[in-house]
Structure formats: structure tokens, C-alpha cells
């Protein structure tokens, strides 16, 4: 008697442990449940039919659940997505498909005993079946959409052999959901994400259609937007005193000069772009973000954007065409001095020092004779120094003498005439740059031409 009271009390144990671990929201329907009462019944009903119609055409089942708060943590959101894909049984066809399958098999048997069918004829019962039992579709496609009212945010799920993977999903919120939350209303941002979503399942089957093998990445598909004109912090640098602080410095001295500056930081190049090298992603996205208005090319760009990848531990100064070949080096010069705090992690204070200075010496302008000539001249007295010394040395003998003084005038002459010519060759946009310089903390790297762009400088930290 004893042992069965065990069983029984063992056995109510296990049952609450199984139910403390159910979702807390029941799937009312397939596709729209709206705990939080933001959509009206009319866009319940539209987003019903278009999500009916995805699953019908994409074979991917999306369901959209929507909730007053999300948990604390990320792990604890996480925990909720996982039970509500598992008692929701998204993305297992068979737990929906298997029971219309036999009542189909069932009609057909039926149908066989009344008569209505001719044993002898398979081809017509294989025809009723195809025509009446759901077709068979692969597990695990499906996606679960979590919109939150009072967090104003979203979050994606979808089971592990799903071609759109869990980075993939975190990628598009870092770069895409999250600033649209931030810069629309929570109607017109849940609209934006929905579509972002379907577009990426269209992507998935044509990529799935193709025929040679690689990874698909959702993320890549969708290029960086510019959410805030002057400041795009993805990778979350920045405090928000500083970030606020940057942003309207830069909207000043657009209003002021028209010059278009501005700042973008990624976790990483790859989780963005398909761009190997550091210089032409740059570029890619000085192009994609519109600075100055116009390609990086044009010579009448002016614009100039600031990049900080956290995980390549890179930074680079972007330029557009409308700066002169001298501004590689002036940026160089930007770049190593703000190496040092990137290298300490104090991405406040570099990335503020960066913004500082770039309106400095943007503002100011700078042209060859400005900023080298405090070399020239050092320069000029060398080999004034040099010539009197020679002179002096050989004063008794007076054809040495002119003979060499001539020699040093030929190659002063031969100098002065190889940097105009230099000059001249490197209007802005040529693709002719400094070629970088190597700076404190982590060092600087090498700048220069920013993959057929208007040129720049770059660093690692």
C-alpha cells in the first residue's frame, strides 16, 4: 500500500514538473496570437491570410506571439522561445499533417468497402489521396515571433535545423530590429520586422533552390541602414551621454558646413558583410550608408565616416573623393592618436577624440605646405647646414666646391620638382594615398585606398 502511495504521489511529482516547464501562453490559433491586444481584429485577420499564404507558397510555417513583457534575461527569453516552439509543436508537420492524413487513408478505405472505389485501380485512390491529405513537408521549418509591448522589442525562434540560424536571427536584431523599434512606432516597426522576416524565408528557398553548396546568411542579405544620421552605434560602444553628445556635435557642424560625418560601430565585419578585406567593406559601407550624399568617388564628396569593429579590433577613417591625397596622412595622424584608448576599451573617449579631430582638421582645410611645412623647412636646414659645411671644408679648393654646391641645388630642384608632380597626380579620388603609418596601442595599420574609394586611413587596436 505503501509502495503505491509512492508511485502515485512520484507520478503527481513528474506531471507538475512537466507542467511547470509548459509554455505559459496557449497557440489559440495557428498564426496570430495576441496576448497583448496590438493589432486590431482587421490586422489580425490580414496577418492570418498572409502568414496562411507564406506556409501554403514557402512551406515555412511563421507564428506571431505577442506579450505584454518579455523575461529579465536573455537566457530566461531564450527558455520561452524554446517551450513555446516545443508545445506549440511548431515546425512538426507530422503532429498537425499525420491525423488529416488518416482521415483521409480513412475516407478511402471507407469508400473501398462502400464500393465507391475499384480495388483493381490504384491510380485513382493514389489520386484522391494526393488531392485530399496535406503534402509532406520537411521538420523544423518554421519560425516563432515574439513581439513585446512594453519593451518595444522582438524576438525571433526557430528550431535548430532551420536554415536560418540562432546568429543569424541575433544579427538581424542587433542591425536592423533594434533601430527600428527605436526609430518608429511599435505598429510600423512590428510592420518592418514582419517584412524583413518574410523576405529573408523568400531568400532561404531560392538560396535552397540553387545548385552548389554554402552557408546561407540571412544577415548578408539585408545591407547596413542609416537609422540616425550621425551616429549608428550596432555594437553598443558607446554611452549614452557620449553617443548624444557626438550626435550633436556632427549635427552642428553639418548645419554649419554642410560636411556629412559620420559614425558607425559593428561587432564584426562578417556578421554584416561578405567583405574580407577591412578597406573595401569600409567602402561598401560609406556607399551603402549614402555619406556625402553621393558615391565615395565623386570628387565633390566630402563626407567622412568613422568605423570601429569591436571583434576585428579595427578602425578606419573613410574618406570621400572630395579630400586632396594629403588627407590620408592628416587622417594617419587621427587614427594613431585615438589607437590608444580603442586598445584600452575606452571606446567613449577614442571615439569622441576621433569625432573631435576630424571636424578639426576637416574644417580646417588642410593643404600639402600646411601640413608638411614644418618638415620642409627642418629639412632646408639640413642642407643649408650641410652646404655651409662643405663650403668651409673646401673653400681652397673652389672648383670642388661649386661642383658639389651645384650637385646639392640639382638635388634640391629635382625634390621640389618630383613632389609637384606628385601633387598634381593625386587629386582627391585618384586612388593614390599614403600608405599609412604605424600608430600607438595596437598600432596603427596601413591606410590608403579604401577598395576604389575616395581613400582614408586605417588602424588595428
Not at 573613410?318 to 596622412?329: F, M, P, R, S, V
Request: with cysteine; net charge negative; aromatic share 10%.
Amino acid at each position: 500500500m505503501k509502495s503505491v502511495f509512492m508511485l502515485l504521489l512520484l507520478s503527481l511529482m513528474l506531471t507538475a514538473a512537466g507542467a511547470s516547464q509548459a509554455a505559459p501562453y496557449e497557440r489559440k490559433t495557428r498564426y496570430v496570437n495576441d496576448y497583448a491586444s496590438l493589432f486590431t481584429p482587421e490586422k489580425r485577420a490580414s496577418l492570418n491570410e498572409t502568414l496562411a499564404e507564406v506556409e501554403q507558397n514557402e512551406a515555412v510555417e511563421i507564428s506571431i506571439l505577442t506579450v505584454d513583457k518579455l523575461p529579465a534575461t536573455e537566457q530566461e527569453i531564450d527558455d520561452l522561445a524554446d517551450r513555446t516552439l516545443s508545445d506549440w509543436h511548431m515546425g512538426d508537420p507530422r503532429y498537425y499533417e499525420d491525423p488529416r492524413r488518416k482521415k483521409v487513408l480513412d475516407s478511402i478505405f471507407k469508400k473501398l468497402r462502400d464500393g465507391k472505389f475499384d480495388a483493381d485501380n490504384p491510380a485513382a485512390i493514389i489520386q484522391e489521396y494526393m488531392q485530399k491529405a496535406p503534402p509532406y513537408r520537411l521538420p523544423g521549418r518554421a519560425i516563432l515571433m515574439i513581439f513585446s509591448k512594453e519593451d518595444n522589442a522582438v524576438r525571433l525562434k526557430s528550431p535548430k535545423n532551420f536554415g536560418v540560424s540562432a546568429t543569424d536571427w541575433k544579427n538581424l536584431n542587433t542591425y536592423h530590429f533594434e533601430p527600428i523599434f527605436a526609430h518608429n512606432d511599435i505598429h510600423s516597426a512590428i510592420d518592418a520586422v514582419i517584412n524583413m522576416v518574410l523576405q529573408t524565408v523568400v531568400h532561404l528557398n531560392e538560396y535552397e533552390r540553387r545548385d552548389y553548396i554554402s552557408v546561407f546568411s540571412a544577415s548578408h542579405y539585408f545591407p547596413l541602414k542609416r537609422y540616425d544620421r550621425y551616429v549608428n552605434d550596432y555594437a553598443h560602444l558607446l554611452s549614452p551621454g557620449v553617443k548624444a553628445e557626438i550626435a550633436k556635435k556632427l549635427k552642428d557642424y553639418d548645419e554649419k558646413t554642410g560636411t556629412d560625418v559620420s559614425v558607425l560601430t559593428v561587432k564584426s565585419t562578417w556578421s554584416v558583410s561578405s567583405h574580407r578585406s577591412w578597406e573595401s567593406f569600409s567602402t561598401a559601407q560609406f556607399n551603402v550608408l549614402n555619406i556625402g550624399g553621393m558615391k565615395s568617388t565623386d570628387p565633390d564628396n566630402m563626407g567622412v565616416l568613422l568605423i570601429v569593429s569591436q571583434e576585428d579590433r579595427k578602425v578606419r577613417i573613410e574618406l570621400g573623393a572630395g579630400y586632396g591625397g594629403i588627407y590620408d596622412t592628416v587622417m594617419q595622424d587621427v587614427i594613431d592618436n585615438i589607437v590608444p584608448a580603442l586598445h584600452d576599451e575606452n571606446y567613449d573617449a577614442g571615439i569622441a577624440e576621433g569625432v573631435r579631430q576630424i571636424i578639426s582638421t576637416t574644417q580646417a582645410n588642410i593643404t600639402f605646405w600646411e601640413w608638411y611645412k614644418w618638415h620642409l623647412l627642418a629639412a632646408g636646414v639640413v642642407l643649408l647646414s650641410l652646404a655651409v659645411a662643405i663650403r668651409n671644408r673646401f673653400q681652397n679648393y673652389v672648383e670642388v666646391h661649386w661642383l658639389i654646391a651645384g650637385a646639392i641645388g640639382a638635388v634640391i630642384i629635382f625634390v621640389c620638382l618630383k613632389l609637384v608632380a606628385i601633387l598634381s597626380a593625386i587629386p582627391a579620388g585618384n586612388g593614390i594615398h599614403y600608405p599609412g603609418g604605424f600608430g600607438g596601442g595596437g598600432g596603427g595599420g596601413f591606410g590608403g585606398g579604401g577598395g576604389g574609394g575616395g581613400g582614408g586611413a586605417s588602424g588595428s587596436f
